[in-house]
């Protein structure tokens, strides 16, 4: 499946709301997820099937779709929040896995 | 809770053959529930999904990067391993090990990553 695309950057001050969107992805997709990386480390798994959130993700972080484009948003932005977010969209008849670009936010 | 860590060269000459490995533990790479795959990022840029392999030995490859590639699973030591081909520059990168859920399709674990350059 082809890559999705994402913004290359985006900012924000402390306190509020930032979206990050995802293009590419199938409409009516339900298996888009969302990663935080921080310099250095792996990813960590923040939004799976598109609004659901893993165990301890705050939930300032929150998913949804429209169309072909898939979104993160952060609402109350924090420090920690400084980092690159990534999306990802799987195909189940085959397994394949396509990843977005990668946005990296800022906390101004 | 499973932890998946990288192992390997960090430094491959060009044409040769780059050999990784990812041990598991915490849990068995034979629960049906998952994939197990294999993920990198070139220096500053994106993730790039390299393929993925189920217990029984069920393998799927991105297809840009399939004719160079075998994946391999060892249910006894708990591992699954990577070796790509005729590697060039363009293969540097930090190459994760990930746990997949099977048809819901995200990566719930992660290894730490490691940095493997191509340079004669």
């Known amino acids: 499946q082809s890559a999705l695309t994402q913004p290359p950057s985006a900012s924000g001050s402390p306190g509020q709301s930032v979206t990050i969107s995802c293009t590419g992805i199938?409409?009516?997709?339900?298996?888009v997820s969302w990663y935080q990386q921080h310099p250095g480390k792996a990813p960590k798994l923040l939004i799976y099937e598109v609004t659901k959130r893993p165990s301890g993700v705050p939930d300032r972080f929150s998913g949804s779709t429209s169309g072909n484009t898939a979104s993160l948003t952060i609402s109350g932005l924090q420090g920690d929040d400084e980092a690159d977010y990534h999306c990802?969209?799987?195909?189940?008849?085959?397994?394949?896995?396509?990843f977005g670009g990668g946005t990296k936010l800022t906390v101004l | 809770q499973v932890q998946l860590q990288e192992s390997g060269p960090g430094l491959v000459k060009p044409s040769e053959t780059l050999s990784l490995t990812c041990s598991v533990s915490g849990g068995p790479v034979s629960s049906s529930n998952f994939y197990w795959a294999w993920i990198r990022q070139p220096p500053g840029k994106g993730l790039e999904w390299i393929g993925s392999?189920?217990?029984?030995?069920?393998?799927f490859y991105n297809p840009s990067l399939r004719s160079r590639l075998t994946l391999s699973i060892d249910t006894y030591k708990n591992q699954f391993s990577l070796t790509f081909f005729s590697v060039t520059a363009a293969d540097t990168a930090t190459y994760f090990c990930a746990r997949l859920w099977w048809v819901r399709g995200y990566f719930d674990s992660w290894g730490q990553g490691t940095l493997v350059s191509v340079s004669s």
């Open positions: 199938s409409s009516g997709y339900n298996y």
């Open positions: 392999l189920y217990f029984s030995g069920r393998t």
């Open positions: 990802s969209s799987y195909e189940d008849k085959n397994n394949n896995v396509a």
